[in-house]
């Protein structure tokens, strides 16, 4: 699965910035599908995930309440809603794939990336 993400962006604290990740390739609704993000100096680190039928979602508790993780297998992408933006939402923002019908939180177990996208939240 190869993955593209849009949709980051400079947003002052308190707003929205909605991310989207376009998908290609092999099977997109089979896939477990994740958003990750990685501060300077800092590790990756799990934000949320969605089964690959969607009708389950998992939040890191830092973002619970103010980001929804969604996806339409329609149109082979997936989406993460980021409302109440807080100066350390700032980070390199990515979406990844896993051929798992339970999404894992952990990066290693992602078989697909996307390149990065910047999301800067200023105070």
């Known amino acids: 699965v190869q993955l593209v993400e849009s949709g980051g962006g400079l947003v002052q604290a308190g707003g929205s910035l909605r991310l989207s990740c376009a998908a290609s390739?092999?099977?997109?609704?089979?896939?477990?599908m994740a958003w990750f993000r990685q501060a300077p100096g800092k590790e990756r680190e799990f934000v949320a995930a969605t089964s690959w039928g969607g009708g389950a979602t998992f939040y890191t508790d830092s973002v619970k309440g103010r980001f929804t993780i969604s996806r339409d297998n329609a149109k082979n992408a997936f989406y993460l809603q980021m409302n109440s933006l807080k100066p350390e939402d700032t980070a390199v923002y990515y979406c990844?794939?896993?051929?798992?019908?339970?999404?894992?939180?952990?990066?290693?177990?992602?078989?697909?990336w996307g390149q990065g996208i910047q999301v800067t939240v200023s105070s």
């Open positions: 390739g092999r099977t997109f609704s089979s896939y477990a």
């Open positions: 990844a794939a896993a051929d798992r019908l339970v999404p894992p939180r952990t990066p290693q177990a992602y078989d697909s």
